[in-house]
T-cell receptor, first 116, second 114 residues
Framework: AQTVTQSQPEMSVQEAETVTLSCTYDTSESNYYLFWYKQPPSRQMILVIRQEAYKQQNATENRFSVNFQKAAKSFSLKISDSQLGDTAMYFCAFMTAGGATNKLIFGTGTLLAVQP | DAEITQSPRHKITETGRQVTLACHQTWNHNNMFWYRQDLGHGLRLIHYSYGVQDTNKGEVSDGYSVSRSNTEDLPLTLESAASSQTSVYFC?????????????FGSGTRLTVV
């Protein structure tokens, strides 16, 4: 069974600085997708970034980028130029590709606080 | 605009009562999912459906049931509410089981069982 581990329950960063959130996963599948979701205090789940395992290039979305290390089964999220609006719970998630299941498996989350 | 709506946003119920949480989506998505969110556990899958009349159990399905009579709705029923079911419940949908664009989430229902 696949598992997703986020080892940092809470993190804090100063506004305008860079922070990296860690995520590791365990799977025997060779093709899969990885996601980072953001949950602000409003409770809404927002997709931040998505990575396809067969792509070696790391995904980037504006200030958000990932460091995908397939062999190490690591998928960290880097937030550059942190803003107060980045304060949220961040979830790493995994989905098997091609297996017709489309189920997301989530980590336990990292609560990020951006300090002014 | 298409959306996914959960109701109610908050609910308090008593132990032993039957409770139904509503989820309605206008995306015309085939796949629908129910998760519960608890501190220290992240989001865990309760039940899911790949289409009308299809339902499947997730990892924490005990005490919950769903039915899918149309594309738009997947109500979640707690047969006999227990304090351990106090949680935030999220409904989500996606277009196809073979697609990987991620889910569209509802805004959640906070359920308190007293």
């Amino acid at each position: 069974a696949q598992t997703v581990t986020q080892s940092q329950p809470e993190m804090s960063v100063q506004e305008a600085e860079t922070v990296t959130l860690s995520c590791t996963y365990d799977t025997s599948e060779s093709n899969y997708y990885l996601f980072w979701y953001k949950q602000p205090p409003s409770r809404q789940m927002i997709l931040v970034i998505r990575q396809e395992a067969y792509k070696q290039q790391n995904a980037t979305e504006n200030r958000f980028s990932v460091n995908f290390q397939k062999a190490a089964k690591s998928f960290s999220l880097k937030i550059s130029d942190s803003q107060l609006g980045d304060t949220a719970m961040y979830f790493c998630a995994f989905m098997t590709a091609g297996g017709a299941t489309n189920k997301l498996i989530f980590g336990t989350g990292t609560l990020l606080a951006v300090q002014p | 605009d298409a959306e996914i709506t959960q109701s109610p946003r908050h609910k308090i119920t008593e132990t032993g009562r039957q409770v139904t949480l509503a989820c309605h989506q206008t995306w015309n998505h085939n796949n629908m999912f129910w998760y519960r969110q608890d501190l220290g556990h992240g989001l865990r899958l309760i039940h899911y459906s790949y289409g009308v009349q299809d339902t499947n159990k997730g990892e924490v399905s005990d005490g919950y049931s769903v039915s899918r009579s149309n594309t738009e709705d997947l109500p979640l029923t707690l047969e006999s509410a227990a304090s351990s079911q106090t949680s935030v419940y999220f409904c989500a949908s996606s277009e196809s089981r073979w697609m990987s664009g991620g889910y569209t989430f509802g805004s959640g229902t906070r359920l308190t069982v007293v």
